[in-house]
């Protein structure tokens, strides 16, 4: 199963690589605690759920992977992960931009790269204090693991942000969905 998180991982980046570069409300999350998170290399601070641990980097991405302090690692569990890109002088893609490229080429490039299946692929926008944030859910098979992708594109510029949100119906509560939103809707410059 650590092979199976390892592949949902590693997908997980893939997207970040092949899209470099969406109003809902607020959610409102129902945690215990609320902990700031911040990477000294990465320039920014969000909050997290204070009882979730990160795990190992299994991408060598330098993508830090939050799970629930109950999860059962070794036999896959649902994660949220972040991922900040330095992207010095790179001004963000436009909204319009970033959903014409997931609603027009996210599907094929899912199943390019192993997805089984790709279904109700959704694309939305979220206002956040950090500013538009475009929105991607879809329901997907990759080595016959089904779960749902929820990933968060923050348009900031000189940085590549992705928050995704990996569910595989495991009943986290908070749901991967919740805290990945609330990461998105925390998320500032440290």
Do not use: H, R
Request: glycine share 6%.
């Amino acid at each position: 199963m650590k092979k199976q998180l390892s592949v949902l991982l590693a997908i997980s980046l893939l997207l970040v690589a092949l899209l470099s570069g969406c109003g809902s409300k607020p959610v409102e999350v129902s945690a215990p605690e609320w902990a700031t998170a911040s990477g000294s290399a990465s320039g920014f601070s969000y909050e997290v759920p204070a009882d979730w641990t990160t795990t190992e980097d299994v991408t060598g991405q330098g993508t830090t992977i939050y799970v629930p302090a109950n999860a059962d690692i070794a036999n896959g569990t649902s994660n949220v992960n972040i991922l900040v890109q330095n992207a010095s002088g790179q001004k963000a893609v436009s909204m319009k931009d970033m959903k014409s490229t997931l609603e027009t080429g996210l599907e094929s490039q899912l199943l390019a790269s192993g997805f089984e299946k790709v279904e109700n692929l959704k694309v939305e926008e979220l206002k956040a204090p950090i500013g538009n944030v475009c929105v991607v859910s879809y329901d997907t098979t990759v080595a016959g693991q089904k779960f749902t992708q929820k990933q968060y594109y923050p348009l900031i510029d000189d940085y590549i942000v992705v928050i995704t949100s990996t569910n595989i119906g495991d009943s986290i509560d908070p749901s991967p969905e919740e805290v990945a939103e609330y990461i998105a809707l925390t998320l500032k410059k440290a």
